[in-house]
């Protein structure tokens, strides 16, 4: 869900280019007894937050954002009244080390025992104690096999084409999304900063960027469908709705590995009902809840006996079933050395 | 008390320019001289290399190496902004002298068509000039239709495209100025030229033209500045594949959390927007001065 771009962001990022944002903006949930949410947009079941407000006699106000970056500024100017969050994995440390979130020690709650143990302790948040997963999902790429039988089990494929792919190749407009993804099937790390690996990176973006149709993160399942795109770079919830409009479409999980990514609730410093938030931090481990949740957004929740109440089109879909000797490497927050080649590297693709 | 009435009534629009064009630009301007915050945001202490960076830059290794790449982008995005700025020129003066010929009634209608896009925001309309011209689009199926091409052309994501939306979407902001300088142009003068033999060409060159001047330069300027400064066109139509100034800047703002640099490329645009406009008006005091 990361870095999903869209007009928000752009006008954020002009808010921002002017300088306005530091005084104006936030102020606008507040009001006891009433739980705000910050999430991503179209990232909230409706029915979820109906059955929350029925079983608790909590209202609930909800507000969207559409990428890490809004939540960080916003976070940061500072009494926004929100009293649920939810980040990306690479952002919870920011915010942890950054004092924006507040420990909430999620092992104490009652459906803690929920979780999938492998995501009770995650990298980012060892000890549950700042955050809850929301949903999670892989990005790797998909292709259509009717243009290319393959088989596919590489990363290859995707960043050295074969020539049928090329001018149909899609990737993400973000550069950690693309960088990332190069660096696994290079083998190595995230935020490298090694020189030698750095060059080899930009030849490698380099040769593959005249088979490259377009460099954008919106729209990627549409170009799939269409024929637009033949092979994609793409989230695993899009490739599996992709898929079902366009049945030779398949998700790879390639040798190399796949990146993989988590949305976390967590609790604003300062956030005006801590008692409520907690409440519906637990209301979310609760399996069938998550179920709701997961059929509404598409991706994979961290509470393994929510799968008999997901939709079994979507349970047994192989976007959704990484298979279990998949090397999954998750994003982080890169050090600004790191974010500062990233950004060489990008400009250098694209100058 | 003339004066003082005067005053009064201008305030609440110096107060708006004030609070939302000079001080922004000087937090800009103060930003672009600090030093990048890890997550974002600035930090002391004061220092020039955001504007360094704009022609020197550390390589992998962190040598300072001259890097052209920047240099590159921003040429790329001034041409662009020239050529949006002589294409709608060209496509919106015929538009507007049209308009103007037309009856009172006519008029109306064919301004309010002018500005009918205004009331669609910009990005579906530029996401409906995807839809058009990729492959599958609706130009490619049609001329294959037609059987005059068999593989789809590649009208989408490259530069003639980007030029394309830009043109597009800044082509009223040319026609509506020029209308309104037409429209009050005296139409004896016109007869006047004809009557002394002058042939259409040298009626368009030493009467018209002269005359329209004043709002072919306000629309080239409400062309030129936006144009250069828009990222929403060359990253939808472009593909993302050629960096423009705008996209360039919207980056530092975001994954690159270069605040900085980003403050100084956006002072960078100002000033060359600036700059043009005192040729401008240089130019034509020059001329009124020789008139």
Known sequence: ?351 | MRLKTTLLLLLPAIGLIFLFMVIPMLISLLYSFMTANVYGGVTMPLTVDAYVQMLFDQDFSGNLTFMPDYLWIMLRSFYLAVATTVLSLALGFPVAWYIMCQSPARRTLLLTLVTLPFWINTLIRTYCWILLLRDSGLVNGFLQYLGLIDHPLPLLYNQPAVLLGLVYTFLPFMVLPIYATLERLDPRLVEAAYDLYASRWRLFRRVIWPLTKPGIAAGTVLVFAPALGSFLQPDMLGGGKQLLIGSLIEMQFTSSRNWPFGSALAILVTAAVILALILQSRRTKAMEARA
């Open chain 1, 1 to 351: 869900m990361q870095f999903k771009i869209s007009v928000g962001k752009l006008a954020v990022a002009a808010g921002l280019a002017c300088g306005l944002f530091a005084g104006a903006v936030p102020a606008q949930a507040q009001s006891a007894g009433v739980l705000h949410i910050y999430n991503w947009t179209d990232y909230t079941a409706p029915d979820l937050i109906a059955k929350f407000t029925k079983e608790t006699g909590i209202k609930v106000t909800l507000d969207t954002y559409d990428s890490n970056e809004t939540l960080l500024a916003k976070l940061k100017a500072g009494g926004t009244g929100y009293d649920i969050v939810v980040a990306s994995n690479d952002f919870v440390p920011i915010f942890i080390d950054q004092k924006l979130i507040q420990p909430i020690n999620a092992a104490d709650m009652p459906n803690f025992k929920n979780l999938d143990p492998k995501w009770q302790a995650r990298p980012w948040d060892p000890k549950a104690a700042y955050s809850v997963p929301w949903q999670w999902g892989t990005t790797s790429f998909s292709y259509d096999s009717s243009v290319y039988p393959g088989p596919v089990d590489s990363l290859g494929t995707l960043f050295n084409p074969p020539a049928v792919f090329s001018g149909k190749v899609s990737m993400f407009g973000s550069p950690s999304e693309v960088i990332n993804l190069a660096l696994l099937y290079m083998g190595k790390p995230i935020c490298d900063t090694n020189p030698a690996d750095l060059n080899a990176l930009v030849k490698i973006l380099e040769t593959q960027k005249p088979s490259v149709k377009v460099y954008n993160s919106a729209g990627i399942s549409d170009r799939l469908v269409s024929g637009e795109a033949a092979i994609a770079q793409i989230w695993s919830g899009d490739a599996a709705r992709a898929r079902m409009q366009k049945a030779t479409l398949r998700y790879v999980y390639a040798k190399e590995g796949a990146i993989g990514w988590m949305d976390n609730m967590a609790v604003p410093v300062g956030a005006p009902d801590y008692a409520n938030a907690l409440k519906f931090i637990n209301f979310m481990m609760d399996p069938k809840n998550a179920a709701i949740e997961t059929n509404f957004a598409g991706y994979q929740n961290a509470v393994p006996a929510s799968a008999p109440y997901v939709t079994p089109t979507l349970a047994s879909s192989p976007e959704f079933n990484p298979p279990k000797d998949l090397k999954m490497v998750f994003t982080k927050s890169c050090p600004a050395l790191a974010i500062k080649d990233y950004d060489r590297v990008w400009t250098l693709l694209r100058q």
